[in-house]
């Protein structure tokens, strides 16, 4: 037995020295001392030994025990530290080089204006509803006092995607659902921001894709003057304290009267590519939500009145920030988009 034990002891220690990753530390570990490995096999004729003999042999399996739990112990010490260097080596990295800048974006022109004309808007007690770009021909056109044959549709040549659905040619269907859900109660002071559709031809001010902002109060004694006071107020804080607001007569199937209203143009009105020469820049459609709407909504239009507005974000955005073409939102080119970095 002391044979076997002295040989194992040797063996072991050999085969530890030739061995080059940690896992196989481990098997050898199970190997030579597991429940199941040589030791272990060895010490179980123990038992046949005499009671002189049995205390020398305990003794001397005990030392090759911890010989061997001592070179397995050095030998993964060693084999881990070279793994580690060998890691290093291949992941070599220099901490004092210059960290890479992280890249963040930062919001589009189109939403910083938009947040911009929302909180004018809040300013003045309204609050922010939200509609549907995929709209039913009901609220974007006959709920509108725009009947089917109503000549007036062809001023917003528009996509259909079924005969009933449509890719809304404007925000004011959001009137329309606003009122309806409110069930007749007053007041009602949102506005809405939301994109819009139409098979407009692109140039410098038009998109066939644009956003626009609508806007609708309705309630007892709400006047025209009102609708001129809140539009004047919204462009003097867009624009500074000397922005003028120009109204002109128009029309529009659910307002009446009805305006289109100009804001004083960027090249403070001696004319530009932007305004065509004329010195104002078309900013929004607007009027007093026409009878026939409120009724159509639920609303007494007796007892109540209302005014209605829908802007161009593009065209504020424009005026804001000195951009003489529309397309610019739309290329996606950085070189644009990051001048907003900082707004
Ligand atoms: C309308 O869309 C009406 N719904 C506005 C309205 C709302 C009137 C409530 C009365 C009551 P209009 O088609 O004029 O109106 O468009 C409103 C604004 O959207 C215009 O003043 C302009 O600023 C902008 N706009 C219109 N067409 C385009 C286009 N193709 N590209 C970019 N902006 C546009």
Redesign the pocket.
Same mark, same amino acid.
């Given at each position: 037995m002391r044979e076997r034990l002295e040989q194992l002891n040797k063996e072991a220690l050999e085969e530890l020295c030739h061995i080059g990753n940690s896992q196989l530390v481990q098997d050898l570990r199970v190997k030579y001392l597991g429940k199941k490995g040589r030791l272990t096999e060895i010490l179980r004729g123990m038992g046949k030994l005499s009671a002189e003999e049995r205390p020398i042999i305990g003794q001397l399996a005990n030392t090759v025990r911890e010989n061997i739990e001592q070179k397995l112990e050095e030998v993964k010490v060693a084999i881990e530290k070279k793994e580690i260097e060998a890691k290093l080596q291949r992941e070599s990295l220099d901490v004092t080089l210059p960290g890479r800048p992280i890249q963040v974006g930062n919001r589009h022109p189109l939403t910083l204006v938009i947040e911009q004309i929302e909180d004018v808007f809040l300013g003045m007690g309204f609050t922010v509803a939200e509609g549907f770009e995929v709209e039913q021909d009901y609220y974007n056109f006959e709920a509108l006092n725009l009947p089917k044959d109503h000549p007036a549709r062809d001023?917003?040549d528009s996509f259909y995607i079924t005969e009933e659905i449509l890719m809304r @040619?404007?925000? +004011?269907p959001v009137?329309a659902r606003t009122m309806e859900k409110m069930e007749g109660e007053v007041p009602v002071k949102i506005i809405c921001p939301g994109r819009v559709y139409?098979r407009?031809n692109d140039d410098a001010?038009?998109?066939?894709v644009?956003t626009?902002i609508?806007g609708l109060m309705v309630g007892e004694n709400v006047r025209m003057s009102d609708l001129k006071g809140v539009l004047l107020e919204f462009a003097q804080q867009m624009f500074g304290e000397n922005a003028g607001i120009r109204l002109r007569p128009s029309f529009?199937p659910? @307002?009446e009267p +009805?305006a289109?209203v100009d804001v004083t143009c960027m090249c403070g009105g001696e004319g530009c590519k932007i305004c065509k020469n004329t010195g104002w820049i078309?900013?929004?459609?607007?009027?007093m939500v026409h009878p026939r709407v409120l009724e159509m909504a639920g609303y007494d239009s007796e007892k109540y009145t209302g005014f209605?507005?829908?802007?161009?974000v593009?065209?504020i955005a424009m005026k804001k920030y000195d951009i003489d073409d529309?397309r610019q939102f739309y290329t996606n080119d950085l070189r644009f988009l990051k001048q907003f970095n900082r707004v």
């Open positions: 001023m917003q @040619t404007h925000t +004011s009137q139409r407009d001010t038009h998109s066939h644009f626009q609508e529009f659910f @307002t +009805s289109e078309e900013v929004l459609g607007s009027g209605a507005f829908g802007l161009g593009e065209r529309i």
